[in-house]
């Protein structure tokens, strides 16, 4: 699997997602049904997903953030984000990876995150 690679500034890169691949959009919908308590938004929307790597075996290896390293579901998340794309028709395995590099931020956010949120 892929890790987050540097460029030659050395800020980390966020990896790319296999977005071609046929499990992508129902794995980011999956996703979208787990949510930050305390934030109303998806953490796909909050942009706390930061890559979804899929193989030709259907292993899926995702990389994701937290709003703030202190966050009170550090340890959590990531098993609610297994938890919700583990089960889908397809998928062998999933593994899920916290990184704070490149760290969050609310630029990252969809458009419907910050509508929601109230930033539009």
């Known amino acids: ?8 500034e050395g800020t980390a890169l966020i990896a790319p997602s296999s977005t071609e691949h046929p499990l992508y959009d129902t794995i980011v919908e ?3 049904t ?3 308590p305390e934030i109303p938004v998806n953490i796909y929307d909050l942009g706390l997903i930061y890559t979804i790597d899929i193989n030709d075996e259907n292993e899926v ?5 937290l709003t703030a390293p202190g966050c ?3 340890g ?3 098993g609610w984000v297994a938890d919700a794309v583990e089960p889908l028709p397809g998928v062998k395995q999933v593994d899920v990876e916290m ?3 490149p760290q ?4 990252m956010m969809s458009d419907e995150a910050r509508l929601e949120l109230g930033f539009m």
């Open 1 to 8: 699997m892929t890790e987050a690679t540097e460029n030659l």
């Open 30 to 32: 999956a996703c979208r």
């Open 34 to 36: 787990v949510y930050d």
């Open 61 to 65: 290896h995702v990389i994701m953030t």
């Open 72 to 74: 009170p579901v550090a």
């Open 76 to 78: 959590e998340m990531p």
């Open 99 to 101: 990184t704070f590099e």
């Open 104 to 107: 969050w931020g609310m630029d």
